[in-house]
């Protein structure tokens, strides 16, 4: 995983981002640490000692960086919400159409989630950890993306741009989900077959006139 060196950690209390890269690099190891610790076996069963074990690195370095275990969750949640917009856009830069955009966009989301599962359960997890947090990480998406929308509006269907945000990100989600929980190396022929289908829905519109067949 990529982690952001934040210039403005306003939004990350408890964070305190070193100036060097050597103090960086300290501080992206702790990272993956508490990641691959929340993923496997959950935020409270999570001590800060656990973290400092993986990172093979001193208890002192860790709140050196951060105020607590709380205060780096919360970063890994600020970073994905970076990362993920990150790469969103650079497999969409080169589309001309609001269409080209959601399908190249559902693409790089779906392997994405493929290859970075952890971001689900600790993202999901935030929910019941920080629902503040949860809830402000889905409605800066929404926003982000409504306002997106909205630049293409004559290429759109006249429905609310906030509506469709969400509609869209609901979408994204749990497409990549059903992928993840399958356990199957995602070929790029099974990630374009998924993709289509939704693309198609999207176009032709689920409720559009039934067809002689369905696949299953």
């Not at 780096?72 to 969409?92: A, D, P, S, W």
């Not at 990549?176 to 519109?205: A, P, Q, R, Y």
Request: glycine share 6%; hydrophobic share 40%.
């Amino acid at each position: 995983m990529e982690y952001i060196l934040f210039n403005d950690t306003s939004l990350i209390k408890g964070v305190n981002i070193p100036k060097s890269q050597i103090g960086f690099r300290k501080m992206c190891n702790i990272c993956a640490a508490a990641e691959t610790l929340f993923d496997k076996k959950g935020f409270y069963e999570t001590s800060v000692a656990d973290i400092c074990k993986l990172a093979k690195t001193a208890v002192g370095t860790f709140y050196i960086y951060f105020q607590d275990k709380t205060s780096i969750y919360t970063y890994l949640i600020r970073n994905y919400y970076v990362v993920i917009k990150n790469h969103l856009n650079k497999n969409i830069k080169d589309c001309k159409t609001r269409y080209e955009m959601e399908k190249e966009g559902l693409r790089a989301f779906i392997r994405f989630g493929h290859t970075h599962p952890q971001c689900y359960k600790i993202i999901w997890g935030c929910s019941y950890i920080d629902p503040v947090l949860f809830e402000d990480y889905y409605i800066r998406f929404a926003k982000s993306y409504s306002a997106a929308l909205k630049r293409f509006g004559a290429e759109l269907a006249g429905v609310d741009y906030t509506i469709m945000a969400w509609f869209l990100i609901g979408v994204a989600n749990f497409i990549c989900l059903k992928v993840i929980l399958d356990h199957k190396k995602l070929t790029e022929k099974k990630l374009n077959s998924i993709v289509e289908d939704v693309m198609t829905m999207f176009k032709g519109g689920l409720f559009s006139a039934p067809r002689k067949s369905l696949k299953k």
